[in-house]
């Protein structure tokens, strides 16, 4: 669960010597991912309302990329800075106040990224948690809370009711495939469009699967003769879903969605923002707000919440990670194994 209990004291368990050290990405200057550097470092002691884990698994985004490029440097400390936002591992270490986990439970959550180190350690602290249901592996936990997160907010402001028909462009994405298996949990019936290597998994959890790309409103509307109810571009740049990160003329995907519901009010983009103001489409942002953590944890328990593990790393790969997870076609959660 996520903690919310400051009382009293609890003294850290298994607590590491101060001297204890691990390894951990790091980088000292804004840039590419070229600037990431594996290093030998201080293991970090857990302060009031925190907790320590032994991390077992940690997912890529494509913020990570923003965070080391330097997007949040006007609020956030300087370099040294450590990568990676989301992980899963077991409690090594309790701080202060912490009264609703104990050293050996198995968590997973966001990590902080203003420290010298993140999620892509050996060991990381945590402020937010919940705690990781049995049958869930490490790899699955680290690769849903920001996608599911993102997913569930989006069908929040966009108002998907049950028996409503959805349109998810770009459900290949993590929060696509998040997005498909969530509303078809709450009821709604989806349309998906996706390349090949999605469409199966994505048919099997119950949606009507099209192509993008030329002619991609013509086959939606085969598959679905009235208007769409609402419809959510998932794209992760808000380009086109056959080739991310290249924006289409006028928008992107944006003018087919509006013209498939015929509202730009029924349309909702996670990424691309210049476009919506422009055409009047909704928006979500991508930001964890940690207060859906628990219902995320009880849906991936339950099975209705899976993303696709395309690969995973060692620390030491980090390049080749970063050159696929930058590619746009990862084919899936790319995940770091300490």
Known sequence: ??????????????????????????????????????????TPEPGTGQIRIAVRACGLNPADWA??????????????????????????????????????????????????????????????????PGGVADEQAAGIPM???????????????????LLVHGAGSTVGEAAVRLALHRGARVIATAGSAKAASLRQAGAAVTGYGEGMVERVTTLAPGRIDRALDATPTGGRADRPGQAGPAGGSLPALIELTGNP????????????????????????RYDLLDEIARLAGSGVLTVTIARTFPLEAIRE??????SGRPGGKLILLP
């Open 1 to 42: 669960m996520v903690n919310k209990a400051m009382r009293g004291s609890v003294t850290a368990g298994n607590r590491h010597d101060r001297r204890h050290r691990m390894r951990a990405l790091q980088f000292d200057r804004f840039g590419s991912p070229d600037v990431l550097v594996l290093r030998d470092v201080t």
């Open 67 to 132: 965070n080391v490029a330097g997007l949040f440097a006007d609020r956030l400390p300087p370099p040294p800075r450590g990568l990676g936002l989301e992980v899963s591992g077991v409690v090594d270490a309790v701080g202060q106040g912490v009264t609703d986990v104990e050293v050996g439970d198995r968590v997973f959550g966001p990590a902080p990224y203003d420290g010298p180190t993140a999620g892509a350690a050996e060991y990381a602290l945590m402020t937010r948690w919940a705690r990781l």
């Open 147 to 165: 996608a599911a997160d993102t997913a569930l907010h989006a069908l929040d402001d966009l108002g998907v009711r049950p028996g409503e028909l």
């Open 265 to 288: 009010d029924l349309v909702l983009t996670i990424s691309d923002f210049a476009a919506a103001a422009e055409l009047g489409t909704r928006t979500t942002q991508i930001d964890m």
């Open 321 to 326: 990670a970063a050159d696929l997870s930058r």
